[in-house]
T-cell receptor, first 114, second 111 residues
Framework: GAGVSQSPRYKVAKRGQDVALRCDPI?????LFWYQQALGQGPEFLTY????????KSGLPSDRFFAERPEGSVSTLKIQRTQQEDSAVYLC????????????FGQGTRLTVV | QKEVEQDPGPLSVPEGAIVSLNCTYS??????FMWYRQYSRKGPELLMY????GNKEDGRFTAQVDKSSKYISLFIRDSQPSDSATYLC???????????FGAGTRLFVKA
């Protein structure tokens, strides 16, 4: 596709469930970012990949959050044992430059933990 | 105190007005300054990207950075109803991976 694609668009999880959120960046983009956006707030940085290397994971809120990009293209953000405070929109962005700017964002995955 | 402060609004203006959106910041290491537009239930869209101080113009949009005052602005000329969205300022330091976003200002342009 022409843009950054995220799936699913919406996810409802019961508290304690594990979830996996997928990001397909624009083909050939070196940099990939994950952000968390709470309602009425700006996005907050979670983690950054340059190709397959995770160079910054300082924004991951706890060890329940894990991200990977094994082949330097598709990335998955996994949240284990979800809690209500994990409810948010999770955004993925990609860029041709390294580290570059978050030039292209996906539409996000809206996670609701009940 | 947050690193980036942005008035959440909402800001309501008539069609054709000049809109001024602003952010202040505290970290003098920031060198890259961005403005994003975000429509409801969509991802942010990069509008303007500026390095260090100065002005940058693109069509109806002008971005200004005043590093001495730690203050950035986005001006929208001849505003249109289609400009109604949330505008996010964002900034990053040289060599850094993390972008810090403001909370966003909701703008409504009335026809």
């Amino acid at each position: 596709g022409a843009g950054v694609s995220q799936s699913p668009r919406y996810k409802v999880a019961k508290r304690g469930q594990d979830v996996a959120l997928r990001c397909d960046p624009i083909s050939g983009h070196v940099s990939l970012f994950w952000y968390q956006q709470a309602l009425g707030q700006g996005p907050e940085f979670l983690t950054y990949f340059q190709n397959e290397a995770q160079l910054d994971k300082s924004g991951l809120p706890s060890d329940r959050f894990f991200a990977e990009r094994p082949e330097g293209s598709v990335s998955t953000l996994k949240i284990q044992r979800t809690q209500q405070e994990d409810s948010a929109v999770y955004l993925c962005a990609s860029s041709t430059q390294a580290p570059g700017t978050e030039a292209f964002f996906g539409q996000g995955t809206r996670l609701t933990v009940v | 105190q947050k690193e980036v402060e942005q008035d959440p609004g909402p800001l309501s203006v008539p069609e054709g007005a000049i809109v001024s959106l602003n952010c202040t910041y505290s970290n003098s290491a920031f060198q890259y300054f961005m403005w994003y537009r975000q429509y409801s239930r969509k991802g942010p869209e990069l509008l303007m990207y500026t390095y260090s101080s100065g002005n940058k113009e693109d069509g109806r949009f002008t971005a200004q950075v005043d590093k001495s005052s730690k203050y950035i602005s986005l001006f929208i000329r001849d505003s249109q109803p289609s400009d109604s969205a949330t505008y996010l300022c964002a900034m990053k330091r040289t060599g850094g991976f993390k972008t810090i976003f403001g909370a966003g200002t909701r703008l409504f342009v009335k026809a």
